[in-house]
């Protein structure tokens, strides 16, 4: 049966059009409906993801008719739509008939049997009954009246005498709040002005402006309304009161924004001057000397970047120039979007609403009218014409007096730069510097960093996080020096400012006095020799004194580590974190998109294994598109393989992809976050399924290949007999397991000192997991982060793991720890450590065991 989706702005309006359309066909029609939004204060508006999930609901072979009220709505359909494969996106089918008329037509006719095309037909003649009962006529049942319609329309008053509906209102409003209609008020004009059907025109009394309309984010933003000033708003059309109404309340709202006092206000003392050193937490080792850079993320740094050269040329079809751009646009609306909902987790609504006011850049009608014509009536290519009127539009707002307007310009640049790099095919790079700096932050998430260029970032400095944080696992995969859980004043220290950084004490200076300097440069020389010492022998087998062997392997997040960690001595891959293919994206990677990662790896690594851990998402690494919903205590709550045992389809997907990728290659899996025997059950009941069905289908894969769990979860490790019947090998996750085991969140810079896996509680738990592992006959090994402090090395060796996977650039460093011992030396240490009552003394026991010529 054809499935009906019904997309409004309110979800009691579209609770009613399903209570009708249930109604009159007897609930014998698959409907779904996706309307408002999850904001308590501001409930109208519509969502892409939930319209995804409205469309994915319904969704069969027979398709899916799209029913939407009017505005953004149709982008957010537009949107969802993107998220599906093609072959699916063509069942589905966004229809411009009236809400209420289609969709009760088109469930008549789905629930009658009758095919898209039956029920696309029944949805867009929905109007022709009504309007001849009326006597209006209708030209074509599909006509949509359009604007250029209603002006016209509006404009010709004299031809007869006006209808209710053709008469102007007007209203005269004061401006109150202190940057007067600046960007984020006016993209609130501009977005509560699009919710009408009426004609919407506005002007700025006090400086004589024209009219403009309402549904232009440029034009409102131009008539430079500041505080104090008057403005009057016009509406003509059905809808006019209630449109000058809610733009009344909006005015007199001060937009929401709280600050409305004048601007003759005094200015703030400014903040007191940063001390000259601050000492924050060690995330990743090595010495940075570089002028700092503070990265907003409300200032997404495109105009630290190159700009991007357009090139001028003809082109036979504009058509297809005109496509390029809508493609390119839909692409920035997703971005925009993503960037949006991230920031406002991250730094809250206000500071967020910025991004409004890009996407309603987008939609200018005025802008793109003017794009339009100018790659056809010109036949320019689509950079051309986009870049020539982006332009003249920052052009326009320098010249306007108002300081705070010409600050603008930066935002029409970003916006206009952004669909530059989607038109020529150009990766999004959140942060692209011109010159190498320090970076300063709150916060990066991993897709920041894992977009960081190592060239130009030489040094992190961030307030927020905790040296097993995914961001600090990436800035030491990267090689890049990160001090994290730093005081706050670091964020006010100016662009431009000289730091240095040592990651391996945690201490940062400011402006640092020519000793210190000097200081830090012999130890950079020092360690950038010791890692070449350790480089040279990474190669060879990791051997104790009396040739006792332990597997190194490396923990990875793309194809681009594989060769880093080769080249850095790994065995193999012990962790292929597969997260970090889901980021930078606007929906899950496909099997095919997986299967070329997957088989790209397994390629470079030869005859070494590779251990695929399937999708850890959720803690601190939320993903917008799959549409999960912050919580309280991310980290006790739907991450890794809960959230994949609850979304099937995601994890069958990638189970597929490496099943496939495991024909001909060393390939195992691992399946992360499992707390109990019911999670593992239940993950290889689906792998069994996935394997049936390749079977089926003449796919090859690798019938033996062997199967495991991270333990990471205290739960596992004291039911780690029973998980041993279960699967072929354990792979400790020290990262999790230390914030669980000492109730102290992995990213939380205040209890950081708690989370340390060397503390004797958590060595216990290495060692219970250890004898549970090989009582039954499977090998354990462990890939969490304090397997690359070379401290924890004669630990680790003495507990008996088997193997352990580390960040590449450590490899060398706990290959040479372990040549200087023997394994009797090593258990010596470890059981010694385990009768410590701190993290503190375990590394004195390890510091003062005179073993080990590297610690003394
Ligand atoms: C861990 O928890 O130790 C681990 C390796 O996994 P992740 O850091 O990705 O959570
Ligand atoms: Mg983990």
Same mark, same amino acid.
């Given at each position: 049966m054809v499935g009906i989706v019904i997309v409004s702005h309110s979800k009691g309006l579209a609770e009613g059009v399903r209570e009708l359309v249930v109604q009159m066909v007897q609930g014998k029609v698959s409907l779904a409906v996706a309307a408002g939004v999850d904001d308590p204060q501001n409930p109208l508006g519509t969502d892409a993801i939930q319209v995804y999930e409205a469309i994915a609901s319904v969704y069969s072979e027979d398709g899916v008719l799209v029913l939407m009220d009017l505005g953004s709505a149709l982008m957010s359909a537009e949107m969802a739509l993107e998220f599906f494969p093609p072959e699916q996106q063509t069942k589905v089918h966004? %229809?411009?008939? $009236?809400?209420?008329?289609? #969709? @009760?037509?088109? &469930? *008549?006719? &789905?629930?009658?049997?009758? !095919?898209?095309?039956? *029920?696309?037909?029944?949805?867009?003649?929905?109007? +022709? $009954?009504?309007?001849?009962? =009326?006597? #209006?006529?209708?030209?074509? $049942?599909?006509?949509?009246? /359009?604007?250029?319609?209603? /002006?016209?329309? @509006?404009? #010709?008053?004299? !031809? #007869?005498? $006006?209808?209710?509906?053709?008469i102007t209102r007007e209203i005269h409003l004061s401006v109150h709040n202190r940057l007067g209609l600046h960007a984020r008020p006016a993209a609130k004009f501009v977005a509560c002005a699009t919710r009408f059907q009426s004609l919407?025109? +506005? %002007?700025? =009394? /006090?400086?004589?402006?024209?009219? +403009?309309?309402?549904?232009?984010i440029n034009q409102v933003t131009m008539l430079g309304a500041r505080q104090g000033h008057e403005i009057v708003i016009t509406a003509t059309g059905t809808d006019a009161d209630e449109a000058l109404a809610a733009l009344q309340a909006l005015v007199e709202s001060h937009f929401g924004e709280d600050d409305i006092s004048s601007e003759s206000h005094p200015i703030s003392p400014s903040p007191p001057l940063p001390p000259s050193s601050l000492k924050g937490i060690p995330a990743s080792p090595g010495v940075a000397i570089a002028p700092s850079f503070q990265f907003k993320k409300t200032t997404v740094v495109w105009h630290h970047a190159a700009p991007i050269h357009v090139h001028e040329y003809h082109v036979e079809n504009p058509e297809t120039e005109w496509q390029r751009l809508q493609s390119a646009l839909r692409i920035a609306r997703q971005e925009i979007q993503a960037l949006l909902t991230h920031s406002s987790i991250q730094i809250g609504d206000a500071e967020a609403s910025i991004f409004d006011a890009h996407l309603l850049f987008l939609e200018d009608p005025i802008l793109l009218e003017t794009v339009q014509e100018r790659i056809f009536a010109l036949h320019l290519n689509a950079e051309a014409a986009w870049s020539a009127v982006i332009e003249e539009v920052a052009s326009n707002y320098h010249q306007l007096e108002d300081p705070y307007l010409q600050e603008r310009v930066a935002d029409v640049v970003d916006v206009g730069q952004r669909i530059l790099r989607i038109l020529s095919g150009t990766p999004i790079t959140t942060v692209d510097l011109s010159q190498p700096a320090i970076l300063v932050a709150c916060d990066l998430t991993p897709s920041d960093t894992a977009s960081l260029d190592p060239t130009k970032v030489l040094g992190i400095c961030i307030t927020a996080g905790s040296a097993t944080a995914h961001s600090a696992i990436l800035a030491r995969s990267l090689g890049i020096p990160a001090v994290v859980g730093l005081p706050s004043e670091i964020l006010q220290v100016a662009d431009g400012t000289l730091l240095s950084v040592d990651g391996e004490t945690g201490n940062v200076w400011i402006e640092p006095e020519a000793d210190t300097l000097a200081a830090l440069e012999v130890k950079r020389h020092t360690q950038q020799t010791a890692r070449q010492k350790a480089l040279a022998t990474a190669h060879q087998p990791c051997l104790t004194r009396d040739r006792h062997q332990m597997s190194v392997l490396a923990n990875i997040g793309s194809i681009e580590d594989t060769q880093q960690a080769l080249s850095m001595g790994a065995e193999g891959v012990g962790l292929l974190r597969t997260e970090f293919l889901y980021l930078h994206r606007t929906s899950a990677p496909s099997e095919e998109e997986q299967l070329t990662v997957y088989q790209a790896i397994a390629q470079l690594l030869g005859t070494h294994p590779l251990i695929i851990r399937t999708l850890d998402v959720g803690g601190d690494k939320p993903l917008p598109y799959l549409k999960m919903q912050p919580e309280t205590n991310p980290f006790l709550g739907w991450r890794g393989i809960r959230f994949c045992l609850d979304r099937p389809q995601i994890l069958q997907t990638q189970l597929r992809a490496i099943l496939r990728a495991s024909a001909g290659h060393q390939v195992k899996i691992m399946f992360p976050m499992i707390a109990t025997v019911a999670e593992i059950q239940a993950a290889k009941a689906m792998l069994a399924e996935v394997q049936a069905e390749l079977r089926q289908a003449g796919i090859p894969f690798d019938e033996k290949m062997e199967v495991g769990i991270m333990v990471e979860v205290p739960s596992a490790v004291a039911v780690a007999e029973q998980l041993a019947q279960e699967v072929d090998f354990f792979s400790l996750g020290t990262n999790d397991l230390s914030q669980y085991v000492m109730a102290a969140d992995r990213t939380n810079p205040q209890v950081a000192l708690l989370a340390d896996a060397l503390h004797p509680a958590v060595l216990r738990m290495i060692q219970q997991t250890v004898q549970a592992a090989h009582t039954a006959g499977i090998w354990v090994g462990l890939c969490g982060e304090v397997a690359a402090d070379p401290l924890a090395a004669p630990i680790l060796l003495g507990l008996g793991l088997d193997e352990v996977s580390l960040s590449p650039p450590a490899i060398g460093a706990f290959k040479e720890a372990i040549a200087q011992l023997t394994m009797a030396q090593a258990q010596a240490i470890a059981t010694t450590a385990l009768q410590q009552d701190s993290a503190t003394k375990v590394r004195e026991v390890v510091l003062n065991s005179h073993t080990i010529s590297l610690f003394e």
């Open positions: 966004l %229809c411009a008939a $009236p809400l209420v008329e289609g #969709a @009760i037509a088109a &469930a *008549v006719a &789905a629930a009658s049997g009758s !095919d898209m095309q039956r *029920v696309l037909a029944e949805a867009q003649a929905a109007l +022709v $009954p009504k309007a001849t009962q =009326l006597g #209006a006529a209708i030209n074509h $049942p599909s006509s949509i009246i /359009t604007e250029e319609q209603l /002006t016209h329309d @509006i404009g #010709a008053p004299e !031809d #007869a005498s $006006p209808t209710a509906e053709q919407i025109q +506005v %002007c700025n =009394l /006090t400086k004589s402006s024209g009219f +403009v309309r309402a549904d232009s």
